[in-house]
Structure formats: C-alpha cells, structure tokens
C-alpha cells in the first residue's frame, strides 16, 4: 500500500517559518516528480511547489517565490518544503503528492498520489 505521510504543521505567527517533511512508504518514488499543493478553506486546492526526481529542477507558485524552498532526499524517501515569511494568507491545509512522471508538474490531475494533509495556520 501506498502512503505519503506530511508532517511539520501547525500554527505559527506571521513572519515565522515551518518545515513540512512528506515520507512515503510502500512505494519508492525516487524517479517521480513530487509536489506540495494547499488547500484553504472554501478554496480549491492549488500548487505549491514541485520538484523532478532526482532534485536538479524546482517550480514554484508565484505567491511563495523566494519564501518557500522545496527539496528530497530520495536515500530516504522524503520530500521537504521550508517554509518562511509566513502570512496569513498561507493558512491551509498541505498536501504531499506523487507525480505520475519524473518531471516537474504543476496540475493536480498529473498527481497520482495524494497524502492526507498537514495543516498549517498563520496567526496575524
């Protein structure tokens, strides 16, 4: 069975920083592209950050360029996103995907692999 596991959420006061990690098991998802998506409340879910697999390529949002630095360790099966300059308006709930290819991509339908989320709240 397949499982993609977040960690690292919870609330942090605006101008903070958070670290998510995302660990999968059953699968190794070392020529696989991975992403971070979010979801706010009444919102869709929208893309994050994603990374190729063997790391040498990153795509961001344009609202978290140069706040947020996606990464893996695919020794250890892990994807990572740091997370700093937190606002508010990053309050959501991030999930952890698995791509169907190796490259970076951007669209949730190119997500096989979903993990169950980690919440994240911004305090003002």
């Known amino acids: 069975q397949v499982q993609l596991v977040e960690s690292g959420g919870g609330l942090v006061q605006a101008g903070g920083s958070l670290r998510l990690s995302c660990a999968s098991s059953g699968r190794p998802f070392v020529l696989n592209a991975m992403g971070w998506f979010r979801q706010a409340p009444g919102k869709e879910r929208e893309f994050v950050a994603t990374?190729?697999?063997?790391?040498?390529?990153?795509l961001y949002a344009d609202f978290v360029k140069g706040r947020f630095t996606i990464s893996r360790d695919n020794r250890k099966n892990t994807v990572d996103l740091q997370m700093s300059s937190l606002t508010p308006e990053d309050t959501a709930v991030y999930y952890c995907?698995?791509?169907?290819?190796?490259?970076?991509?951007?669209?949730?339908?190119?997500?096989?692999?979903w993990g169950q989320g980690t919440r994240v709240t911004v305090s003002s």
């Open positions: 990374i190729n697999w063997n790391g040498e390529n990153t």
């Open positions: 995907a698995g791509a169907s290819s190796s490259a970076t991509v951007t669209s949730t339908g190119d997500y096989r692999y």
